[in-house]
């Protein structure tokens, strides 16, 4: 008979409230294998005997099938010694130790448990917090790791016996699911109006009646409140915008199904496959077919759609024939509402209805939002569904310190580094509104806390205002942690990257960086950037032509300042002549030209930047889009790509001038003088927009191909914030691609800031 071996066996990866440990069990007695599995804060540990053959097949079957939320980054084997313990397999009890392993994120309603809701003989019929192992809230709840009821929200609620028996039994789906829970024993829902409580059966169905009727509610649901409303009614969408003050951002949606969304929305199967898949995702889909209401995406083609992803939701959308408004519970430019009181307060000039619950949102999470390029998945914001879920670096980041990255000032995010993995905080938001800036740094005291992580470095912007740099020195003064500086374009290019597992060593690329604003090395702004280097260092080896901000942060709300400044530029002091004959010239009469002329050549308050998304904004106000002023960040150059997309086949490019010198600078005045020429001919503005993506992709690709050639670079990276524009990512990379280089982009995290702090992360790692 075979000698009976023993091994010791640790599972890395997110393999914690996901059903890994019932996971195994189930394994090990199908094979006939005595020991134990637990949990603890490196992840799973299993110590178990038997048969050397069986041994093995247990082994390669724990890799090839993991539970459905589970992701293994590492199995690791040692020899065991001593005698094997009595027969049989048994779940352990958690342990501690350093924690070094992921919080799943939260997770869409999985189909067993929609099965329950919507059985009348099921004890969990039409209850709005059923979950399991395979589904429910994760990061939105928890404490602390290791993730257990003790660490979460749900431990003030007792197990019934019910939900007891089967969260002790290994063979149940539920066992040791941490938020189980039933009518009986678990959360509740209830609806409120400014007066109070409403008496009431079926307070799901009390709001579903008051939203067919035109109110705006405020919905609790699993990482924060919403605000809701009849998508399809122009009154109610305006009226929420007027109390919302958000005057012209899009607004997310909710179907019932993708029935539902596809009578208003083109969808592609891969968009089909994200609004279905566990993370539940806003995706950003072609508008088609019925009528939303116009207040929902003006100036926009894509509308963003999700799917129910907890019962509540399910239930809500099951009696109602149309989507709904689902936008985040906030005045605009606030964090998002999580609490009870809190909504009762800041809502109240909102909404007519509260539909509340008792589980405490321990972890604000927005919606994540996702688009489906050619190029693969873009997301452009990272949150429910989506983070804390950690990032397996390419070799040679393994022995790094521990290492914090602070972020960015807008689109915030913060990094913890640490054993060749990264975990990157779910959108926190802009921090120069004081809420998110609370928020961020409470958010991130609670990462140290359950992370165990003291940071050895710190890495920072080297903007000296943002922020979150000033948090960063603090925290090291505080720590004693080493502070790295690391400019903003650079961990753009970092960030992509790391995201895309390339090693250190391997790392020399070309990164097309085209951004807002950054700080550069010289003082100047920067934003059209071509960088030679990787993670240790870069040349600045192409820049767009910087052009004056004037107004400084006013030229980033006032497109028309950018135009004037970009004019200028090209055509000299008298660029007014120029535009005889357009709307542009009328516009600009009741304007303070003059002293923008004088601002321009003093340079007071009219610094340099060479930002490709400045560029975007004065082409937006010349063809009339948002000249005034922008109701959002990108609002001009959102609607310029929207109004470009029906003409882009039939476009010509316009033409620009790529420098000789180096650094290669790429200057605009042929591209203004055709696009004026355009506009005085009464051309149509989808004409224009179309031929002034279709140049800039030339322009910017064709000084690429320079650099690249002359740098002796085969790889090319987009990154930043300008590169969200769909437009010009896939042109690029189109055009790039069939000059034969490798090109990079993001996919796992936003190009814009939200991915920033990993790229400080990884420059740090390796100063």
Sequence with gaps: MPETKGRRIRVRGLVQGVGFRPHVWRIARTFGLSGRVLNDGAGVEIEIWGRPAELDRFLKRLDAEPPPLSRIDGIETEALAGAPPAAGFR?????????????????????????????????????????????????????????????????????CAD??????????RRFHAQPNACP???????????????????????????LQGGAIVAVKGIGGFHLACDATDDRVVDELRRRKRRADKPLALMAADLMMARQFAEISAEEEAALESAAAPIVLVRKAGQKLAAGIAPGQDHVGFMLPYTPLHHLLMQRLDRPIVLTSGNLS?????TGNDAARE??????????????????????????????????????????PEPLALPEGFEKAPNILAMGGELKSTFCLMAGGRAVLSQHIGD???????????????????????????????????YLSTQWGEALAEETGAAIVAVQHHHAHLAACLAENGVAPGDDHSLGIVLDGLGLGDDGTIWGGEFLVGGYSGYRRAGHFLPVALPGAAQAMHE????????????????????LAGTGFADFLQQK?????????????????????????????????????????????????????????????????????????????????????????????????AARFHNGLIEAVAGAAERIARDNGVDRIVLSGGVLQNKILAEGLTARLAAAGFAVLCHHHLPANDGGLALGQAAIAALR
Excluded at 432 to 450: F, K, Q
């Design 91 to 159: 779940i352990a009890e958690s342990g501690s130790g350093p924690v070094a392993t992921g919080i799943v994120p939260d997770a869409a309603t999985c189909p067993a448990c929609l099965a329950e809701i919507a059985d009348p003989g099921d004890r969990r019929y039409r209850y709005p917090f059923t979950n399991c192992t395979h589904c429910g809230p994760r990061l939105s709840i928890v404490h602390a790791i290791p993730y257990d009821r003790a660490t979460t929200s749900m431990n003030v609620f007792e197990m």
């Design 333 to 337: 430019d606030e964090p998002q509402v």
């Design 163 to 172: 939900c007891r028996a089967e969260y002790e039994d290994p063979a149940d």
């Design 184 to 210: 009986a024993c678990g959360p509740k829902v209830w609806l409120e109006d400014r007066a109070g409580p409403l008496p009431g059966a079926d307070p799901i169905a009390e709001t579903a009646e008051h």
């Design 346 to 387: 800041r809502l109240a000039g909102i909404a007519d209805f509260w539909l509340m619950h008792d589980r405490e949102i321990v972890n604000r999470l927005d919606d994540s939002v996702m688009r489906c390029d050619e190029t693969g998945p873009a997301i452009l914001r990272r949150g429910r569904g989506l983070a």
């Design 431 to 465: 921090l120069e509104e004081a809420g998110t800036h609370a928020d961020y740094r409470r958010t991130l005291a609670l990462y140290r806390h359950m992370f165990a992580f003291d940071p050895d470095v710190i890495a920072v912007d080297q903007h000296p205002d």
């Design 592 to 688: 303070p030209l003059d002293l923008l002329d004088r601002m321009i050549e003093s340079g007071v308050n009219a610094p340099l930047a060479s930002s490709a998304g400045r560029l975007f904004d004065a082409a937006a106000a010349l063809v009339g889009l948002c000249p005034e002023r922008q109701g959002y960040e990108g609002q001009a150059a959102m609607e310029l790509e929207a109004s470009a997309r029906p003409f882009l086949a039939e476009a010509s490019a316009y033409p620009a001038e790529i420098g000789e010198g180096d650094p290669v600078v790429l200057s605009w005045a042929p591209m203004w003088a055709a696009l004026v020429d355009d506009l005085a001919a009464g051309a149509p503005v989808g004409l224009i």
């Design 559 to 578: 497109p028309w300042r950018n135009a004037v400044a970009h004019l200028r530029a090209a055509f000299g002091a008298g660029f007014a002549d120029r």
